[in-house]
């Protein structure tokens, strides 16, 4: 179906798809960081993070259901269906947020510069800003390493061994289920309050889970591993995006959301590459052991930052700085 529009707009298939992704990810690169600061002007300090949670998973449920809508869609009416039933939901996104009124006005001096002197200012504040620099470094290691697992790693492990697409795919959801499920969690019952024993307990149990997939044997034990991948990382980005936000000057909001961003999709460029390169020549286990020793040396930008162990997330107040 993609191939017979393209070819109508006179434009190749593969340009077509990159000219698309390309659009998404504006789109992305503008939606991502407004989000942290949208959420923090509706709700009271204390609960950020299930609202955090709450947006999470509703999210995670939508990105499952839409694909099957869409078919659902196109055998109903045809292409213009999920085209139209798009347009609709979008004019009223739009309209919801007209009509939208935050109780917490986020007061500042707004930057006059462009996109790259705003990011130049945010990382600028952020060299001050310990706890702030401790959780952007352990993104970086954590999202290098952890990330590309299930969308490039267990892929090249289920064709190394022979393994069905179906298996492959199992394997798939079984992270996302493990994602949605303490999603969910964190929306019903709130972070632990202990905002650096979760950040640790969160990339430890990823990382476990990484290795793990490296020797076990059978698909469905893999799929196990990679529920506890699922768990694990949302535990850690589940507790590091509310309190990054809660730690962040109100007047730099969207200039530290923008750093939090970029340090989430820019690690990934490079090590996508780098693993690629390591599984084409010693195999996906040894790929999958570095992956694992990456991710575990997040906890160490944690581990090392004083003020992260008076963080406390869901109370009344959350420490400043530091």
Request: net charge positive; with cysteine.
């Amino acid at each position: 179906m993609r191939g017979v529009w393209a070819w109508r707009l006179g434009v190749p298939l593969v340009a077509l798809l990159v000219g698309y992704a390309v659009i998404a990810a504006v789109i992305d690169g503008f939606r991502s960081p407004s989000e942290l600061v949208f959420i923090r002007q509706f709700v009271e300090p204390e609960d950020v993070p299930r609202a955090m949670s709450v947006s999470s998973t509703l999210g995670t449920v939508a990105t499952l259901a839409g694909p099957g809508l869409g078919g659902l869609l196109i055998a109903w009416g045809g292409l213009p269906a999920p085209i139209v039933f798009d347009i609709v939901t979008f004019l009223l996104v739009i309209g919801v947020l007209v009509r939208l009124h935050p109780r917490h006005e986020l007061t500042g001096n707004p930057s006059t510069g462009n996109t790259l002197t705003q990011l130049r200012e945010g990382l600028s504040a952020l060299r001050r800003h310990r706890s702030g620099r401790a959780l952007v470094a352990s993104l970086v290691l954590v999202a290098g390493g952890l990330l590309p697992v299930t969308n490039l790693l267990v892929p090249l492990l289920a064709r190394s061994r022979a393994w069905s697409a179906g298996a492959t795919g199992a394997i798939v959801m079984a992270s996302t289920a493990g994602t949605v499920l303490v999603s969910a969690a964190l929306a019903i019952f709130g972070p632990l309050h202990r905002a650096q024993v979760a950040l640790v307990a969160g990339v430890g149990l990823a990382c476990f889970a990484v290795a793990a997939m490296a020797v076990l044997p059978s698909s469905w034990a893999v799929g196990g591993a990679a529920f506890l991948l699922g768990a694990g990382l949302m535990v850690f980005s589940g507790h590091l995006s509310p309190l990054f936000v809660l730690l962040t000057p109100a007047k730099l909001q969207s200039r530290f959301a923008s750093v939090l961003v970029m340090a989430q999709m820019m690690p990934a460029v490079v090590t996508n590459l780098l693993l690629g390169t390591l599984t084409q020549r010693w195999g996906t286990p040894l790929a999958l052991g570095c992956c694992a020793i990456l991710g575990l040396a997040g906890t160490v930008p944690l581990l090392a930052c004083a003020p992260l162990r008076q963080a406390r997330l869901g109370a009344s107040r959350t420490p400043a700085e530091a």
